[in-house]
């Protein structure tokens, strides 16, 4: 199964950290690629460096035209998948989703066009209450996957965590630079 990520739009300041954090948990959570608008080029160098100390290959494709990604997605036969709190309950579209093989997961910030209601195979809501888009990537992922994504090997890490009851227990593989 191959997830990827379409961030739409981004509410100037608040949204840096936000989008950060929708890149991170689509890299931990198994996506292998980000597609966003380039609102602030230091997204993409956090992270290549979560990459290098990490490991993996996540990858950021800053995009202008959000509807030309999903179009040519749609005609690879790459199903669209829009969170959204309007959409149907994930508890009825999980088993759906489980079977598709390779997915486009579209998150919005600001106001969705509509057209993205139109475009989506699944319109799905974890919720029909406010939330965060962060917290909804993350709950999809984690039932279209039901936990696998956790067991998961990242490609030559420079630092790996050694799960511990206690404390922390973090192998360094090399120097990292600064």
């Known amino acids: 199964m191959n997830f990827e990520v379409l961030r739409i739009g981004q509410r ?4 840096d950290r936000v989008t950060t954090h929708v890149a991170l948990v689509a890299r931990a959570f198994g996506a292998s690629k980000i597609y966003m608008n380039e609102v602030n080029p230091e997204i993409k160098d956090t992270l290549n460096k979560i990459n290098r100390t990490w490991g993996g290959n996540f990858e950021i494709e800053f ?6 990604v999903i179009k040519e997605k749609k005609t690879n036969s790459v199903k669209i998948v829009h969170l959204t709190m309007y959409g149907e309950n994930i508890n009825k579209l ?3 989703l489980q079977k598709e093989e390779n997915i486009l997961i579209v998150v919005g910030a600001e ?3 509509r057209e993205v ?5 699944y319109n799905v809501a974890i919720g029909n209450q406010p939330h965060s888009e962060i917290s909804a990537l ?3 992922l984690d039932r279209i996957q ?7 090997k990242f490609e030559n890490p420079a630092r790996e965590i050694i799960p511990t009851k206690r404390g922390k227990n973090v ?3 090399e120097t990292m630079d600064k």
């Open 12 to 15: 100037l300041v608040r949204d």
């Open 63 to 68: 995009i202008s035209d959000w509807k030309k």
């Open 146 to 152: 039901e936990g696998s994504q956790f067991l998961t």
């Open 138 to 140: 993350a709950v999809l």
């Open 171 to 173: 192998i360094i593989k």
């Open 94 to 96: 999980t088993t759906s």
């Open 111 to 113: 106001k969705v066009p």
């Open 117 to 121: 209601y139109d475009f989506a195979d």
